[in-house]
């Protein structure tokens, strides 16, 4: 399952099988990609009915991934649930696996929170990038509101220019730039 940024994702091992690349028993998989650049925390921590194990990696264990962080009991979660943190995560993607201590099952909510979090540069108006005259990467996709909060059930930006709108604009800026017409 693919999920990203922050979060909780309700999760269900019943009937889950080991992963014989990793060595986990009872084991379900996510492919998480985080939307900054920062530390995070993943948990279980009394959020399971079963006693949980976290590990996070760095590529599938099937293309020779690493462990990134792990966590069996994390100190105050009821049930022997997990808590995880790691520190230094890029916007790239990474797996989390979520499993059962001695092939225990179960289901429960696995958390994800940015701890510490770096935006990007122009996340606001005073950190705006300067466009220059020619091309200018953008991406309309991704967006956060300006005071940090989440931005979850804002509508999407629909780009509902026609080709020929979009060459009327670049004419109406071209002329403009260049001035009155002698």
Known sequence: TVISGAGTTTFDSTGATASASSGLASDVWYEWTPDFAGDYNFSTCSQADFDTLIVLWNACP???????????????????????????????????????????????????????????????????????????????GNFSTASGQDATGLPPFVDTDTPEDRLDHVDRVVLEEAGPVA
Request: charged fraction near 10%; charge should be negative; hydrophobic fraction near 35%.
């Open 62 to 140: 099937l293309s020779a991934g690493a462990p990134l962080g792990f966590n069996d009991d994390g100190p105050g979660c009821a049930g022997f649930t997990s808590d995880l943190d790691v520190a230094g995560l890029n916007t790239i993607p990474y797996y989390i696996a979520v499993s059962g201590f001695g092939g225990s099952t179960g289901t429960g909510d696995l958390t994800i929170t940015c701890t510490s979090c770096v935006p990007p540069a122009n996340n606001d108006c005073a950190g705006a990038t300067p466009m220059v005259e020619g091309a200018n990467a953008h991406d309309h």
